[in-house]
């Protein structure tokens, strides 16, 4: 009997399929610095990737009224498109995986907290949305990572169970939002190191990049429970 594997690949953009995490870091910086506020990089990484932006400056501001703060993450979007229009990059092998995830029958989701006119740009320079099934985010009304909602929903559009999709991400939230969906997870350490990693069940790998990554190789563990 063939070993049973996994259905779909669900893929967060930003920092895993797309090299843009070191720009919207940047830009963060940029914009912390604009309103006089102090930046710990690698901890504000840490605690926000994943997030859609109004749930990161809720946190922030949380008595501030909500069109200002949609305000304050436009500005925030426009300071990472002014670098990000002609800087960004495939992670190494990205485009090759999909590919090759394709045509090996996987299906296949983008499932990100970036606004949509972000996912615009990506879309338009690297065609990413032609080599995927659906594309899962904030824009449809869903909550960001560490909230599984934006994996529950791509797996539902795609009609395959939560423990037949294998997630991959870059940040620890979208790990826990992969486990709340009940979803195993391979760790992309472009950000940070495979250690930030430690600790979750649903974590199946660690990689660096998708450079000589095959997507059949990876093989299902017994279901787990969020």
Request: hydrophobic letters at 50%; charged letters at 20%; glycine letters at 8%.
């Amino acid at each position: 009997m063939a070993a049973r594997r996994y259905a779909a690949l669900l893929l967060d953009m930003d920092g895993t399929l797309i090299d843009s995490m070191p720009i919207h870091q940047q830009a963060w910086g940029r914009w912390h610095a604009e309103l006089g506020l102090p930046f710990d990089d690698a901890r504000f990484f840490e605690q926000t990737a994943g997030r859609a932006n109004d749930e990161v400056l809720l946190g922030l501001f949380p008595a501030m009224p909500p069109a200002e703060r949609a305000a304050l993450a436009e500005r925030k979007e426009a300071l990472y498109r002014e670098a990000a229009a002609g800087a960004l990059q495939y992670i190494a092998g990205a485009e090759v995986f999909l590919q090759q995830a394709r045509a090996a029958g996987f299906k296949l989701a983008v499932c990100t907290a970036s606004p949509a006119v972000n996912l615009e740009i990506v879309f338009q320079r690297f065609g990413l949305d032609r080599l995927v099934d659906t594309v899962a985010s904030p824009a449809d009304g869903l909550r960001g990572k560490p909230h599984p909602d934006i994996f529950v929903e791509a797996a539902r559009r795609l009609g395959v169970a939560a423990a037949d999709c294998l997630v991959f991400e870059d940040a620890p939230l979208g790990v826990e939002a992969a486990r709340r969906a009940g979803m195993d997870a391979v760790a992309l350490a472009t950000t940070l190191p495979p250690s930030a990693f430690d600790g979750y069940p649903n974590l199946l790998a660690t990689i660096s990049d998708f450079v000589g990554v095959d997507p059949t190789t990876f093989i299902p563990r017994e279901p787990h429970h969020a």
